[in-house]
């Protein structure tokens, strides 16, 4: 059954989806051989099996085939090309030095596995904190040692990721702005860039989306129905896999959760109240008396000092990423220790600096948001890095107009502005160099192309103008 679903999609797909089922493989097999081969036809096949299930609406199906065939077409000529010019230059093919140490430690776990005298490297431990460095192990038992696999991985898995915005973007508005939404998703190049590379930046958003759509998903379905079970099992696999990739966005999906439970079962609460008053302020008390207990236990210092110590260790943790950062943003200080002092002079320099609202509070924000302007780039990496701002700038101010847009999921709408806002606070406090801000800020990303998409949409239709011409958008999707 499978082999002749297969053939069919094959045969009725369009020519130029037909093209690259057909090249992409053929193009592993040139770069990397047959094991590249079989894994590129396994993976560009599942992917179009789960872009087909990833919509509710049968008629749709088809044209979330293409969308997945689009994104993933254009990853593939980025991947190929770049991975045979470095796999040339240096041998491995990697774009990036955390790119080749996770191909490296994958290579080096199977060895270990089959009984090798080998260790992994002080440098090279911290990526076993994570499930990814065991998929590339697992990829690699079965493919041998086939670099350029991972980054189809990615690149499959950047493709599904752009289905799900395309997807949520339509449910929770309508199909103008889920067709500019995914196109955002698509050709977006920090999206682009990370999901070439063995990184697992690419698996963590695709994660978190799955977990969004689900919740989406949570938002609308019947409490009676059959399939609120079934949604709860992934959304909490989702959350449990999430816990080993990035455990705050799993908190951050559990409390979106519980917001979502509380909306819906708010009816129950109709006439009542005043219990629900107490019951919250009990919450409150318990809650807060437990921390005051543990503070005073664990602390000499007042319970006041805590918003103290939460600013010191933010100081702390920007000064590490801005020490090793190479860009005007974030002035890489001296990292040699300071007479006297253990610690770097970059973390010596954040305590001894008194507390400023602007410089403690304000500018991590802006920095998390805005940074790199391209008005400020020294060099041309920078300013690589700062060409897609433009259109980041755009959405942000075209994001504050989604509520206006008439959403058609109002509670989907509020889940994903407090996602958004909860990565952004995260980044402000954490990030401080501009390479792992341009990473991490990927989780941001969705946020912003559905909400823009839905003010850039409103805007448009403000204007005068109804959106993409009716000969585009058909009951059946895009033609």
Not at 44 to 64: D, I, K, M, N, V
Not at 140 to 155: D, M
């Amino acid at each position: 059954m499978l082999v002749s679903a297969v053939v069919r999609g094959w045969l009725c797909g369009d020519a130029w989806g037909r093209a690259i089922r057909v090249l992409a493989p053929l193009g592993a097999l040139v770069v990397e051989g047959w094991p590249a081969l079989v894994g590129a036809v396994l993976l560009q096949e599942g992917g179009l099996w789960l872009a087909a299930r990833f919509t509710s609406c049968c008629e749709l199906r088809p044209t979330t085939r293409r969308l997945f065939l689009a994104a993933y077409g254009l990853r593939v000529v980025v991947v190929l090309p770049t991975h045979y010019y470095q796999k040339l230059v240096n041998g491995s093919g990697a774009l990036f030095p955390d790119d080749y140490t996770n191909d490296l430690v994958g290579e080096w776990l199977v060895r270990i596995a089959r009984g090798d005298a080998l260790w992994i490297f002080s440098g090279h431990q911290q990526v076993l904190g994570s499930i990814y460095p065991y998929l590339l192990m697992a990829a690699y038992s079965v493919f041998g040692y086939t670099p350029v696999l991972p980054k189809l991985v990615n690149s499959c898995l950047a493709a599904l990721s752009a289905v799900l915005v395309f997807e949520m973007a339509r449910r929770a508005f309508h199909m103008r702005v889920a067709i500019v939404a995914w196109l955002g998703a698509a050709v977006l190049p920090s999206l682009v860039v990370w999901s070439v590379a063995s990184l697992k930046e690419t698996l963590v958003l695709f994660v978190a989306l799955l977990g969004l759509w689900t919740l989406q998903f949570l938002t609308t379905v019947p409490a009676r129905s059959h399939r609120l079970a079934d949604a709860l099992v992934l959304f909490f696999a989702v959350l449990t896999l999430l816990l080993d990739l990035r455990a705050i966005t799993t908190l951050f999906l559990a409390v979106l959760l519980a917001v979502v439970c509380a909306t819906r079962s708010r009816e129950r609460f109709v006439g009542r109240p005043i219990r629900l008053g107490f019951a919250v302020l009990a919450v409150v008390v318990v809650v807060g008396g437990g921390l005051w207990v543990v503070r005073s236990r664990t602390s000499s210092r007042p319970f006041t000092a805590i918003v103290e110590d939460v600013v010191l260790v933010i100081r702390h943790r920007r000064a590490q990423e801005a020490a090793s950062a190479g860009s005007q943003f974030r002035i890489g200080l001296d990292t040699t220790s300071v007479t006297g002092s253990d610690l770097p002079a970059s973390e010596a320099a954040s305590d001894s600096a008194p507390f400023s609202l602007v410089g403690d509070v304000f500018e991590p924000l802006g920095y998390a948001l805005l940074a790199p302007a391209p008005w400020q780039a020294h060099s041309l990496m920078e300013l690589g890095a700062s060409a897609e701002m433009a259109v980041w700038y755009v959405l942000l101010v075209t994001t504050c107009l989604a509520w206006v847009a008439s959403p058609q999921q109002r509670l989907f709408v509020v889940c994903l502005a407090l996602y958004g806002i909860a990565n952004w606070l995260l980044l402000a406090a954490t990030e401080g160099n501009l390479g792992n801000l341009m990473r991490h800020r990927l989780m941001l990303d969705p946020v912003l192309l559905i909400l823009g998409a839905a003010g850039l949409e409103w805007l448009w239709v403000r204007s005068g103008w109804r959106g993409l011409p009716a000969r585009w958008v058909t009951s059946e999707g895009v033609t």
